[in-house]
């Protein structure tokens, strides 16, 4: 694991102290969960984005996002994502999930 040092808005700073104490957490664990919950969600969006202007396959994204296809496929539901419009790319994301055991 990395060390890094950051200076953090106080208003920031405040929310994880008050949920590391409500969670019996010190605050160190708690930013450090908070930012993997971030940078997971900003993968997610960036996977959606990619994968909606056609730069990205269903498998591709899902790779990004370190999820299997079905998953990255609800994922893109939710989001009222249905196909990123291009058979090319759908062809590609099919062709390779062929070739990768999930």
Known sequence: MSVMSVRIPDDIMEYVSKKAK??????????????????EETKKEEAVEQYKKGKMTLLEAARYVGVDIYTMAEMLIERGVYSSGTEDTLEKSFKMSKEVSI
Do not use: C, I
């Open 22 to 39: 409500s969670m019996r957490l010190d605050k160190s664990s708690m930013a450090r969960m908070l930012l993997v919950k971030g940078v």
